[in-house]
């Protein structure tokens, strides 16, 4: 068999997808299946327009928050706090063994902190001048 690299400029979902297949087989052969399911927790206003939250999904028993956002006029009124507490209960009760999420050196680090998360690592200049986190809290000794 011959193989070629080609440069897809404009990848497209069927693309992702056929480098995905394979990957997710070989992943399950090793790790066993899982499915990912997808959580969103919305933080509507009285128009019950979506303002921010928290989205994130459950994949290996893991909950990776993906987005937290939460207003700038409702900072400092523990909306994000209690979006936290929401997403850590709703990951104990899929039985989930920690969660984990990344954070920009101008986001919140030290809000992830307060809340119980270590660091994983860190990767300088991403973006240039700044530092992107990654933070795991565990909810289960193994």
Known sequence: MTLRIELSKNATQEEREAILTPLRAYNA???????SEQIALLLRNDSDEILGGL??????????IELLSVPEQAWGQGMGSKLMQMAED???EKECIG??????DFQAPEFYKKHGYSELGHIAD???GHKRFFFQKRLVDL
Not at 55 to 64: H, N, S
Request: hydrophobic share 50%; aromatic share 32%; no cysteine.
């Open 99 to 104: 969660i984990w999420l990344d954070t920009f």
């Open 55 to 64: 989205y994130g999904r459950v994949f290996y028993q893991w909950f990776f």
């Open 126 to 128: 991403y973006p240039p």
């Open 29 to 35: 052969s090793k790790a066993g299946a899982t499915v």
């Open 90 to 92: 709703l990951a104990r």
